[in-house]
């Protein structure tokens, strides 16, 4: 079982850009989905999660500018990111709580998009 996670890049200040991280390998059932990120010289912190029902929180700072979503029967999630600063610089990692066919829930992790906002 594997996140992969897909979709940064180099975009300019006030541009968009949309993550996705897809889980593969025998998976019985995924819970929480969540994306992090990780600037340089700052800790990780949480951005955005989602609920296997669909209830989403959002980090004050991105409130407003991002949205998270999921695909349950592709067990994708996304992140769309409006109105981009040079703030959000930073690599992107996805999360999720999950169980694979036949083992327990654990907490597993993609491998982080990079994502560069130009001023």
């Known amino acids: 079982v594997q996140l992969q996670a897909s979709g940064g890049g180099l975009v300019q200040a006030g541009g968009s850009l949309r993550l996705s991280c897809a889980a593969s390998?025998?998976?019985?059932?995924?819970?929480?989905m969540r994306w992090y990120r990780q600037a340089p010289g700052k800790q990780r912190e949480l951005v955005a999660a989602i609920t296997s029902g669909g209830f989403s929180t959002y980090a004050s700072s991105v409130k407003g500018r991002f949205t998270i979503s999921r695909e349950n029967a592709k067990n994708t999630a996304y992140l769309q990111m409006n109105g981009l600063n040079p703030e959000d610089t930073a690599v992107y990692y996805c999360n999720a709580d999950l169980r694979p066919s036949g083992r327990t829930w654990s907490e597993y992790w993609g491998q982080g998009t990079q994502v560069t906002v130009s001023s």
């Open positions: 390998g025998s998976i019985f059932a995924i819970n929480t």
